[in-house]
């Protein structure tokens, strides 16, 4: 037994020894909205250049920016991937540790669409108001704002089918539920006057805020923590059910699903990028500045993923769902000069 | 006489006739029996059920759909197509070139175009630069090669998808699949058996054709090693100590409960306390399979501990009296009689151990084993210890997340290996206690 365990005693003394060897590949974490076009990138990247492929790690755009702000040293992570933009108390955390400069680069956009069952009722008239009426906690009813109590599409939209209302909404460790708050909840709220009766109601402006984002409790909506393979698994089970997907994700499964327009526009590459249906949201990645020259690599990878022949409407990103940046350019120009986030424009 | 006392002797009946009391009790005895059996049956049917939906599920992924072209790659389009930025993509446009003109040679009548071949194909560029990369005195030869074929004209073959799914797509068009029926008679599309899936590299989302859980096998004996070379020293000595040395106090009394309890910790909890201890504070390196081995060793250790103990405890004391017996000391008793005896019962509970924490996938997701991974293979020992990789049920938790239905078919094709492992652990288990297992 001593034998057995001095060499295992010995095994972990040689990696902690080699540990401490140089890094020679990038890694990245973060938001697993962005994971799918970074893993397309990275695996596209080890295969064209003589760089070694760059792992990328899911988890979530919060709990990746928190790693990314963990300090700078190899142990940390390189790049942070983020489907919404970093917040102030974020950079502040990150200059705590001593992660200052840092490059923000935009890579695209991202539509949210809203899909139901294949073989289901078509949604075919919505806009903001509706999704706010089928799951805002609270909503207007004959000019007064009362407990929402409606139970069917047909209740408050005539064009909507008589179906029972059951929303899969993104949980709120999601990236996208911010975005399905303030594109769709908060724009719902003004729509349908909810809002001006609460501001006449004598509700605080921060209140009121908080009052529209508030989601109906009996069940009606169902927040999902998961990933989108859940959201469909429910969808899949309920005619009525009406989930909220990622572009891409939609795209891949529309053998199963039926996607639903939003004021009168169907969700795609084009009319996003033209700016017609409204709920999108810009993907990013951070990169640490201070490890560019120390991990090889790291630079290169960042100019690969935003280049013309990744990032530009024909390339494979745009090919699997993203939408790209109208600015593209001015991004490689960014990436190029190594411009950190506050630096003069 | 004697038959007047016979029948005082017996009046509740004899062996031969039946009374009412027996009559109730082998009716319960026979009703208890029918319960047990109905409990066995449902319990197999349930297990039929479950490897007949895996089975089906994932078959499917062991074969793919390929498209077999010869091809010639010359010198110049070598040399421009390593001059571009993205080359895999210069040398998947020369072979969508190349096999659009063999098509139009042979005459098909069905309309065709380039963008039409290129939904067809999965990424094959990749491939293709690294054949000619790996062998550039081909250049200039004709070479055959076998490519996968996009996700949907694989599944097109599986019947995952059809003409009617298709409708909305604009990942292929159903005229598409005109081509595809034409390109199948013509023996160009056809299906193979899938090497690529067992040893394989994991692959970006839009290519689940090349994807492989090689890697990730890789990735999870790595850890099984670390797992087997930490816990069962520590098991074993923990037990033979706890079992034959320990004076009973209330101290032993303690870590006797707390090991049962740690054996009842979920899973998740050791990934917390492995990403705190060894990740935040000893800084080792993340997704790496020493990690993920010393998080699960965490966890095997209670089952070996008490398996070992069970099995020490199985040794009757007469073998340890005699050893003490004829001088032996308490160390030579157990190392040279107590340990061997119970060593099949150790072997057994460390091999269910270590499958257990082979099929764990809870503890990884927290120490960074989730996303895109399991790249490519390690490069040597050390580097299969400490390089970021996946591990099988990782793997399989990654693949049924991602968007095309091509990779959620590769998760149960990844299911079924790491049930094929989970049965050969389990199998060597009953054997090595079929052939060691004394009884006394």
């Known amino acids: 037994m001593s034998v057995k365990l001095s060499v295992s005693a010995a095994a972990i003394a040689a990696v902690s020894a080699t540990s401490a060897m140089a890094r020679d590949n990038v890694q990245i974490a973060g938001s697993s909205t962005v994971l799918p076009y970074a893993s397309i990138v990275a695996e596209a990247f080890g295969e064209n250049t003589d760089f070694p492929t760059p792992v990328v790690e899911s988890g979530g755009s919060s709990a990746g920016l928190k790693r990314f702000c963990e300090g700078v040293g190899e142990n940390t992570i390189d790049i942070a991937n983020a489907s919404r933009a970093m917040r102030e108390r974020e950079i502040a955390a990150c200059a705590e540790n001593g992660v200052t400069d840092i490059i923000e680069v935009r890579i695209g956009y991202d539509g949210i669409v809203f899909a139901s069952q294949h073989s289901g009722p078509a949604f075919n008239a919505f806009v903001p108001a509706d999704i706010y009426n089928a799951i805002g906690a609270q909503v207007m009813k004959d000019g007064a704002l009362v407990e929402n109590t409606y139970e069917t599409w047909a209740e408050f939209n005539a064009d909507l089918p008589d179906a029972e209302i059951a929303m899969f909404i993104p949980g709120t460790k999601h990236g996208t539920r911010e975005v399905f708050e303030e594109q769709v909840l908060l724009a719902g709220c003004e729509a349908t006057g909810a809002m001006e009766a609460m501001i006449a109601g004598g509700m605080s402006e921060d209140d009121v805020e908080d009052a529209c984002l508030d989601v109906r409790q009996d069940g009606k909506s169902v927040d999902i923590d998961g990933d989108y393979t859940e959201t469909l698994a429910r969808i899949d089970a309920n005619t009525n059910g009406i989930g909220v997907f990622g572009l891409a994700f939609y795209e891949n499964n529309t053998d199963t699903l039926k996607v639903a327009t939003m004021s009168g526009v169907a969700p795609s590459t084009e009319t996003i990028a033209a700016g017609e249906y409204p709920v999108s949201r810009p993907l990013f990645f951070y990169i640490k500045k201070a490890h560019i020259g120390v991990i090889p690599g790291l630079k290169e990878f960042a100019q690969f993923f935003v280049s013309d022949d990744l990032a530009d409407p024909s390339g494979p990103l745009a090919q699997y769902g993203l939408v790209s940046d109208p600015e593209l350019a001015k991004t490689q120009q960014m990436v190029a000069d190594e411009k950190v986030m506050g630096a003069d424009m | ?440």
């Open chain 2, 1 to 440: 006489m004697t038959d007047v006392s016979m029948e005082s002797a017996a009046p509740r009946g004899t062996l031969t006739t039946v009374d009412a009391r027996t009559k109730k009790r082998n009716a319960a005895e026979k009703r208890f029996r029918a319960y047990g059996l109905t409990a066995i049956v449902i319990g197999l049917f349930f297990l039929v059920v479950l490897a007949v939906s895996i089975i089906r599920s994932g078959l499917p992924a062991f074969t793919q759909t390929v498209v077999e072209v010869e091809f010639t790659l010359t010198q110049e389009q070598f040399d421009e197509a390593e001059s571009q930025l993205l080359k895999t993509k210069a040398y998947e446009n020369i072979f969508i070139a190349a096999l659009q003109s063999q098509l139009e040679q042979r005459g098909l009548n069905v309309a065709f175009d380039a963008a039409a071949i290129e939904r067809l194909l999965g990424k094959t560029g990749g491939t293709i630069r690294e054949y000619f990369r790996a062998n550039p005195d081909r250049i200039g030869t004709p070479v055959s090669f076998e490519l996968a074929a996009s996700s949907r004209v694989d599944g097109y073959f599986k019947g995952r998808v059809t003409r009617d799914s298709v409708v909305d797509s604009r990942f292929l068009m159903v005229t598409d699949l005109d081509l595809v029926d034409a390109l199948y008679d013509a023996g160009i599309i056809k299906s193979a058996f899938n090497w690529n899936f067992i040893t394989g590299a994991d692959t970006g989302v839009d290519n689940p054709g090349g994807a492989g859980i090689g890697v990730a096998v890789i990735g999870s004996f790595f850890m099984m090693l670390v797992v087997l070379v930490l816990s069962l020293p520590i098991g074993v000595a923990a037990s033979i100590y706890l079992e034959e040395f320990a004076p009973k106090n209330w101290f032993t009394d303690l870590i006797e409960v707390n090991i049962s309890n740690l054996a009842a910790v979920p899973s998740i909890v050791f990934g917390i306390l492995g990403l705190a201890v060894f990740i935040q504070f000893m800084h080792l390196p993340q997704s790496a399979p020493l990690v993920g081995g010393l998080v699960l060793t965490l966890m095997t250790l209670p089952t070996i501990i008490i398996s070992t103990r069970a099995s020490l405890k199985a040794v009757p004391p007469s073998i340890r009296e005699a050893a003490l017996g004829v001088g032996a000391s308490k160390m030579q008793t157990v190392f040279h009689h107590v340990l061997p005896l119970a060593a099949p019962g150790i072997l057994t509970g460390t091999i269910i151990g270590l499958a257990q924490a082979l099929g764990e996938t809870a503890p990884l997701l927290l120490i960074g084993m989730v996303g895109y991974i399991a790249r490519a293979y390690p490069e040597g020992v050390v580097s299969g210890f400490i390089d970021p990789n996946s591990a099988m049920p990782a793997q399989i938790y990654t693949w049924a997340a991602r968007a095309d239905a091509g990779f959620y078919e590769k998760a149960w094709g990844g299911i079924i290996i790491l049930l094929l492992f989970l049965l050969t652990m389990n199998l060597i288990a009953i054997i090595l206690r079929r052939r060691f297992e004394r009884r006394w």
